[in-house]
């Protein structure tokens, strides 16, 4: 994946416990451990 950075948005939002969510070129990378640990609840039912 290649990008270019037009600009940097940085905001604190700490519902996400740890990590970060990076929104680029209309798609989500979520390394948060609130994703994770939603991961891991919906494989527990």
Do not use: C, P, W, Y
Not at 5 to 34: C, M, P, W, Y
């Amino acid at each position: 994946m290649s990008l270019k950075v037009r600009s940097v948005k940085e905001q604190i939002d700490e519902s996400l416990i740890g990590g970060f969510v990076i929104f680029a070129n209309h798609k989500t990378i979520d390394v948060s451990i609130k994703q994770q640990l939603k991961v891991v609840k919906e494989n527990l039912k």
